[in-house]
Each structure stands twice: as structure tokens, then as C-alpha cells.
């Protein structure tokens, strides 16, 4: 089972997927990210850290997912297990589409379409969805982050538009709530599908 957790910098992902880690060890999870689960992810953060081209920079955030999906997705999904990954395509469905625009007509047409012949469709993902504000406030306190809150905002107006366009692949997590809440609530409902057989 492919289980992917989705949403705007700051809005928990991190802190959540490494519970997740805890809270799941006896269903033994392979816990993963995007991007930097292989060594692509070096290009993706010089390329983000140079801040230069939104198509290169986009083409290797595809490229760091295809070396996720050879190298770590793909075989530990034969092997049966249940792959966590802390972002996934729909980061660049969400970002890129916002990054690419006014280079190309329909840069979230192109970006599925480039997905699409090669990607593994997750059967769950947690989107977490919190005020940009709250975010950016986090991220000011706590880490380095890359971008401005309107983009946040126009990031995850993308990101409510494809959980309506896909209602049972997506659930809505409120990353307003304590930090033990939201692992809470994800890991009684991956472990709710997973016995369902997903
Ligand atoms: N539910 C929460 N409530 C309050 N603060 C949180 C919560 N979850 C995460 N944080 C804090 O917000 C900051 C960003 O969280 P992080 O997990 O790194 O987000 P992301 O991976 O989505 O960028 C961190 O300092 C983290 O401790
Ligand atoms: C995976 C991915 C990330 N990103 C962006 C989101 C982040 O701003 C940045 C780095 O991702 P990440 O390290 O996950 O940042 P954070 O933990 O703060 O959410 O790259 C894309 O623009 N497209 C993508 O496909």
C-alpha cells in the first residue's frame, strides 16, 4: 500500500510522517520522501538553493521521482510493504503548476501527462491543510523555507482542488490540531485501510 502524506511547507508533514514512523512499527513501513531519497535530491536542492530556471528545476524534481519510484517505491511495494512517503507527484502538480507559469499553456496538463506513463498512483493520501499564515509562522520560528505565502496560498488552493477531484484517494487532515492529534488520526485510518486490504 502506497501512502502519501501532501501539503504546504510548514503544515507538519515532517513531524507527522516521522510518528508515523513510531506509531506503525509493528506494521514495519518503509519511510521515505520526496525530494532526497536517492541521491537526485542533491540536484533538486542546488537547483532550489540557485533559484534559476522553473523548468529545470521542475524536470528534476521529476527525475528525483523517478529514481524514488526504481530505487526505493516500486520495490518495496513488491516486497508487500506499506511505503509512507513524505511528499509525492502531487507536490509537483501543486508547486509546479504555480512555478511554470507563463513558461507553457498548461503546465498541470504537461505535468500529468509526464507522470502518468511511469508513475505508481498512491491509494491514500493525507493532505494537510492549515491557514498559509499559521505556516509561514511556523516556518519563520523553526526552519529555512523556500516560498512566499502567496504562493503557499495558490499551492493550496491546487492541492483542495484535486482532494474534491479525487475524494477516495484523498483525506483531509486539520494541521491546526496538537501534534499528537494529527498522528493520531493518520495512523488510526492507515491502519483502518490497511486492514481493509488496500
Ligand atoms: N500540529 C502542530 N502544531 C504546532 N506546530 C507544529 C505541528 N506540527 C508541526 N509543527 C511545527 O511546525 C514546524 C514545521 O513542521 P514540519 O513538520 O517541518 O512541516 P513540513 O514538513 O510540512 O514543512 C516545525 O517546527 C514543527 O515542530
Ligand atoms: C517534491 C517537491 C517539492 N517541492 C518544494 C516544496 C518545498 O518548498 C521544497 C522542499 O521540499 P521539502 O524538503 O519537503 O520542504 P518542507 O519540509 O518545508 O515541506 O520543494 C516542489 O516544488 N515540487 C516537488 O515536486
Redesign the pocket.
Known sequence: MLVTVE????????????GLAGALADLDPVITREPGATWVGEAVRRAIAENRDPITECLLFVADHAAHLTHVVRPALEEGKIVIS?RYSDSRYAYQAVTLQGTMPDPEGWLRAVHVPFTVVPDLTFL?VLPVEA?VT??K???E?FEEAAVLDAVQTNYLRFAEAEPDRFVLVD?????E??LDFVATEIRRQAGSGR
Open positions: 501539503g504546504i511547507d510548514g503544515s507538519g508533514k515532517s513531524t507527522l510522517v516521522k513524505d494537510c505556516a511556523r516556518l520560528e523553526h526552519k523555507h494541521a491546526m490540531l496538537e501534534k492529534a494529527v
